[in-house]
């Protein structure tokens, strides 16, 4: 069993306006990027304030390799950890002076400073801004800055508070790609906090769910992602379609759950009796014209029904047929356009009993 690098135990943090963080246990493991979600207002940036020794819990101890940190050495253990805020704070000066800046303040020598410095520009592509002046930059290359300012202290743990908040998609989705190939490269450990699914999703190797302060599920991503355990956990992480049903049989690894009408099945376990809510993510589904032959696999769930409603977004255009109950599908452009997808429009959707799990009520 490996001691975490940091860890919270039974930590309690309340605020005037009512709001209370508790987080009963917490570790972030070496070399892991543990990611944490959650909708604005959760405690997400509490909760880092606290893991950072930047702020002091009401209740409960903060564990530094095991040891639980006291006011007296927060100073000396604050040192092992960099945080980069949502909002970079970057002083009037060239972008070079400000990557350099934690490392003056850790009393780290010009001469010695100099390569790493050179190093973390080179890394988080601002090598060609060395000379600007960081108040000059657009959004995405201050939080470069922030970045490379943070990483050049080599910390034992980083913690990032909404890096990519506020950019365009494009210098987002850039950004995303070069942090997490730097942090998979040095296996820095990260607790990365956002309220965007899709980041935790493209970065972390665990993620905490919080919401109303309270840790709901910490798992390997996939797990959150694949089998949230509550209904509001679920909703959070993408899960569109979570239809009410009664579990009526088993079989292979194969739970049969009634639910609108129809019989799903579902590669999960449930008791016979049990009331359950099935949940299918939208990108799992796939809609065929409701004509074609019928593929017949035991793994596969094929649901005949009507369009209600198509909704595009930036990224998918989702469908919501009634198959008996509620199903949302996400799909292309194209494929609106092939299937004349349009409410009162027949079509087939298809998803595996392994895209599908299952929350008991
Ligand atoms: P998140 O980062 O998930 O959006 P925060 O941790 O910033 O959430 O805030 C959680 C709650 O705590 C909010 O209701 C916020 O208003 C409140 N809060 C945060 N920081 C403070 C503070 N320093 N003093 C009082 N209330 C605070
Ligand atoms: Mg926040």
């Not at 893991?51 to 006011?71: F, H, K, N, S, Y």
């Not at 805020?85 to 009393?107: I, K, M, W, Y």
């Not at 942090?179 to 970065?203: F, K, M, N, P, S």
């Amino acid at each position: 069993m490996t001691t975490a690098v940091l860890a919270l135990r039974g930590v309690r943090r309340r605020y005037a306006d009512g709001f209370a963080l508790d987080v009963t246990s917490l570790d972030v493991v070496a070399g892991e990027v543990l990611g944490v979600i959650g909708p604005n207002g959760a405690g997400k940036s509490t909760l880092l304030r606290i893991l950072g020794l930047l702020e002091r819990p009401d209740e409960g101890r903060v564990l530094v390799d095991g040891r639980a940190v006291d006011a007296r050495d927060a100073l000396a253990e604050r040192r092992r950890v960099a945080t980069v805020f949502q909002e970079p704070l970057l002083a009037d000066a060239s972008v070079t002076h400000n990557v350099a800046l934690g490392l003056r303040f850790r009393g780290v020598s010009a001469a010695r400073a100099e390569p790493r410095v050179r190093s973390g520009l080179e890394r988080l592509g601002i090598d060609k801004l060395a000379g600007r002046m960081a108040r000059t930059l657009s959004g995405g290359e201050a939080r470069r800055v922030a970045l490379a300012r943070a990483l050049v202290l080599e910390p034992e743990v980083l913690l990032l508070d909404e890096p990519f908040a506020g950019l365009d998609a494009p210098t987002r989705a850039a950004l995303v790609e070069d942090l997490g190939g730097i942090l998979r490269a040095d296996r820095v450990t990260t607790v990365l906090v956002t309220h965007e699914r899709g980041e935790a999703q493209a970065l972390a190797d665990r993620v905490a769910v919080l919401m109303e302060g309270r840790v709901r599920q910490l798992d390997e991503t996939a797990r959150v992602f694949y089998a949230p355990v509550a209904e509001d956990v679920a909703r959070f992480v993408g899960v569109e379609t979570l239809v009410m049903g009664r579990v009526v049989g088993r079989a292979d690894g194969v739970t049969a759950v009634e639910a609108g009408g129809r019989v799903l099945e579902v590669a999960a376990a449930a008791a016979p009796g049990a009331h359950v809510r099935v949940g299918i993510r939208p990108e799992d589904v796939t809609l065929t014209p409701a004509d074609g032959a019928r593929v017949v696999s035991s793994a596969r769930n094929t649901l005949d029904g009507t369009v209600v409603r198509v909704s595009a977004s930036m990224y998918a255009t989702h469908v919501i047929v009634d198959v008996g109950f509620p199903l949302v599908a996400a799909v292309t452009p194209r494929s609106v356009d092939e299937l004349v997808l349009r409410p009162g429009a027949r079509v087939r959707a298809v998803f595996k009993a392994s895209a599908a799990h299952l929350i008991v009520a």
